[in-house]
């Protein structure tokens, strides 16, 4: 009998998204539920010869809808639109949602972030018309303006996902605010980019404890963690709700798994659960404290590096869809 592969490992245990806008990697690695992206893969995508159509379709439609959306810019419009299109491509190779990233630059604006997730919505109508809207998740970053953005999209019947979460007082509060799925970072973001960094404070006991509280409050929240570095990483998350798994690391997954591979979920946790009672969404002080003072500053540290570099890579979307509209 043949070994079986990394994959249908954790596809026994474990719900596989992919964290891609390539179509291919959908086509020959899949089956997959769910397809995550956010502004650096947009941009990796989209900075490929490939890609130049999508870019210049991008651009058109966003001169013709700016009149309907003139509280953005073109550029920021053409960007959306562009994701937009990438995220329907991936849909038809998935089985479930699609999740699109809103402007991180909204990242400390309610208002704006709930604008920018309903104009996203609105653009896969464009689009594709009848796009079924279900199968959309808004991802979001999970400062406390952002969760309460997720909140009033919840309400309206948009689902969300509270990304960059690093610490348990982010976890409580998604659950509070009904955020469909939570993404918590095994690794700080600015690994993905830097090789030779090391986070030496990878989240990976956290993503059980988090799971084990949503179980213990019958919260309907998923676990998806992301930011992961190595298969070793991903074993180690088997039994999670979801987990989101880059080209590279899907590739290596096609390997027979190791005989003697272990999960966290397979062991005694190791940090324990918040107390049920403990209640953050009517006090934004008492979370804003809760969450800086986490792991000393680590938490909150992580959240802001990870937020400016998606800034950096809107901006550099931005630019592209600048020169394709000139």
């Not at 949602?97 to 630059?105: E, I, L, S």
């Not at 403990?278 to 959240?303: C, W, Y």
């Amino acid at each position: 009998m043949a070994t079986p592969s990394g994959l249908d490992y954790m596809r026994s245990r474990t719900v596989v998204d992919c964290d891609t806008m390539d179509e291919e990697v959908a086509k020959v690695l899949g089956p997959f539920q769910d397809c995550t992206s956010n502004q650096a893969i947009a941009f990796g995508e989209l900075s490929k010869p490939a890609r130049k159509e999508v870019v210049v379709a991008a651009a058109a439609d966003a001169k013709i809808l700016h009149s309907q959306y003139s509280s953005t810019s073109v550029e920021e419009l053409a960007v959306e639109i562009a994701m937009v299109r990438l995220a329907v491509g991936m849909s038809k190779h998935i089985h479930g949602r699609v999740h699109v990233q809103t402007n991180p630059y909204y990242s400390y604006s309610s208002e704006q972030t709930v604008a920018n997730a309903l104009r996203i919505v609105q653009l896969f109508q464009h689009i594709e018309p009848g796009f079924d809207v279900s199968r959309i998740a808004i991802k979001i970053p999970s400062t406390w303006e952002g969760m309460m953005a997720c909140h009033t999209l919840e309400l309206a019947g948009v689902r969300t996902l509270a990304t960059t979460l690093f610490s348990m007082a982010q976890a409580k509060l998604a659950a509070e605010v009904g955020c469909t799925y939570i993404a918590p970072y095994v690794n700080n973001l600015k690994v993905q980019f830097d090789t030779s960094l090391v986070d030496k404070g990878k989240l990976l006991p956290l993503c059980v404890a988090i799971q084990q509280y949503y179980k213990y409050i019958n919260a309907k929240t998923k676990v998806l963690p992301a930011s992961l570095t190595s298969t070793e990483e991903i074993y180690s998350l088997a039994g999670v709700d979801h987990l989101t798994i880059a080209p590279h690391l899907l590739a290596q997954l096609t390997e027979p798994a190791p005989i003697s591979t272990k999960s966290l979920f397979d062991e005694a946790p190791t940090l324990s659960i918040p107390e049920e009672e403990t209640s953050f969404i009517n006090d934004p002080s008492i979370f804003q404290m809760v969450f800086v003072r986490d792991l000393g500053g680590a938490s909150h540290i992580k959240l802001t590096e990870a937020i400016n570099i998606f800034c950096d890579f809107q901006t550099k979307l931005e630019q592209i869809m600048e020169a394709a509209t000139a």
